[in-house]
């Protein structure tokens, strides 16, 4: 099914959030169903979330894709700063955007989220009664237990002082202190260090221009005190489809086989080979299609 792209902003409290609606072509006797896509952490809409909108529109289901606050080409201050509560406040008010639209059928709303927002949408699906269908993909789970795992025991004193320095220089008037988003091996200050996230964040930035290597201090304490998974339980008898990759470093494998274990029916797994970024990668097409069969099974009947 062809498919036709609009710009469109909506507003988020204050803010004005910015993205792309995907439209089925074609007359629709009733309105679509629709789903709202957010990347993952400190990614901008363009490269591969609209790859995956694409996917799904295509079968006669509206996408919108976003930029969340302060990141990309939509509002808020300090920019490059991830506040996972915002975020998902962006999220609701992207469901909040379809729900307007005249094409759209209100009681079928989908979401979908992969690695930090792959948490968002476990979250704002268990708490949102708009939400009917979740598709969670590669989801942060823990963001204590992850971090435990990235810092090694001995330096964990130096990272709760960097924490610190920030807040009161912050307290002082200084601007929010920043840090690479990814850097290689050896490099200090860097969020997500490591060829992997380096050879595929750099890589997205060829397709994204608005994306920049550079996030708040701020923005990784938040992230290793963020637990969406345990919301996962609160989710059904909405349909919960995760994806998980065999072994991932970034969102532990383990702590994902156990949240999804948690989860009440309807849920299905899909597990593929590889680390992290294999499900946008080597695996895009399997990953997409299973979305895209999700959201059409439940949103679409």
Not at 56 to 61: E, K, P
Not at 89 to 106: G, H, I, K, N
Not at 193 to 221: F, I
Request: glycine content about 8%.
């Amino acid at each position: 099914m062809e498919v036709t792209e609009h710009a469109v902003s909506f507003p988020s409290y204050d803010l004005t959030i910015r993205g792309t609606l995907y439209i089925p072509e074609g007359k629709h006797d009733t309105p679509l169903p629709a789903v709202a896509l957010g990347h993952g952490w400190g990614m901008v809409a363009g490269g591969d979330l609209e790859d995956y909108a694409r996917v799904i529109a295509s079968r006669g289901i509206v996408c919108l894709t976003f930029d969340y606050r302060r990141l990309g080409k939509s509002e808020g201050e300090p920019r490059q700063e991830i506040d996972p509560s915002w975020q998902q406040e962006d999220y609701r008010a992207a469901v909040t955007y379809l729900c307007s639209r005249s094409e759209v059928d209100p009681k079928r709303i989908g979401i979908w989220g992969s690695s930090y927002s792959g948490g968002h949408v476990l979250v704002v699906g268990a708490t949102d009664a708009r939400v009917r269908c979740v598709v969670s993909q590669v989801p942060t789970i823990s963001g204590y237990e992850a971090g435990l795992r990235k810092t090694h025991p001995n330096n964990l004193q130096a990272l709760h002082d960097f924490f610190a320095e920030d807040r009161l220089a912050r307290l002082r008037g200084e601007p929010p202190r920043t840090m690479k988003q990814v850097g290689l091996d050896g490099e200090a200050n860097v969020a997500y260090p490591g060829q992997e996230s380096y050879d595929y964040m750099m890589g997205q930035a060829k397709r994204c221009p608005e994306w920049r290597n550079e996030v708040t201090v701020r923005s990784l304490e938040l992230a290793r005190a963020y637990e969406p998974g345990r919301w996962i339980d609160r989710i059904g008898p909405k349909p919960l489809l995760m994806i998980v990759a065999e072994t991932d470093r970034q969102t532990p494998t383990d702590l994902q086989l156990d949240a999804f274990n948690r989860a009440r029916e309807p849920k299905k797994l899909l597990i593929i080979k590889g680390g992290h970024y294999a499900v946008y990668t080597t695996h895009f097409e399997q990953t997409s299609k299973a979305a895209a069969d999700w959201f059409e099974q439940y949103l679409k009947a």
